[in-house]
Nanobody, 123 residues
C-alpha cells in the first residue's frame, strides 16, 4: 500500500517561504504522478500543482503560478512544493496525492492521499 506523509507546514508572514515535503513509503513513486492540493476552512479542496512521474512536466493553479515550484526526487521517494511570496489566501491544509500513471490528471484520479500539513500565512 502506498502511504504518503506531508511535512514542512507552519506559520509564516506574508511574503515568506516554506518548502513542503511529501514522503512516500510502501511503493516507489517512480510510476506515480504526484499532486499537491489544498483546502481552506469552508472551501472546496483545490488543486495547486502536479508533477509527472518522471518530473518532466508540471502544472500549477493560476493563483500560485510564478510563486510555487513543484519538484521530485524519485531516488528519495519524495516530492516537494517550494512556496515563495506567500499570501494570506494561501492559508490552508496542504495535501499530497498520488495518481498511478505517468501524467497528471483530474483530482478524482488521485487514489492515495497524505494526512495534510497546515500552512498559515498571517501577520
Amino acid at each position: 500500500q502506498l502511504q504518503l506523509v506531508e511535512s514542512g507546514g507552519g506559520l509564516v508572514q506574508p511574503g515568506g517561504s516554506l518548502r513542503l515535503s511529501c514522503a512516500a513509503s510502501g511503493r516507489t513513486l517512480t510510476y506515480y504522478a504526484i499532486g499537491w492540493f489544498r483546502q481552506a476552512p469552508g472551501k472546496e479542496r483545490e488543486g495547486v500543482s502536479c508533477i509527472s512521474s518522471s518530473g518532466g512536466s508540471a502544472n500549477y493553479a493560476d493563483s500560485v503560478k510564478g510563486r510555487f515550484t513543484i519538484s521530485r526526487d524519485n531516488a528519495k521517494n519524495t516530492v516537494y512544493l517550494q512556496m515563495n511570496s506567500l499570501k494570506p489566501e494561501d492559508t490552508a491544509i496542504y495535501y499530497c496525492a498520488a495518481r498511478w500513471g505517468r501524467l497528471c490528471g483530474p483530482k478524482a484520479d488521485f487514489g492515495s492521499w497524505g494526512q495534510g500539513t497546515q500552512v498559515t500565512v498571517s501577520s
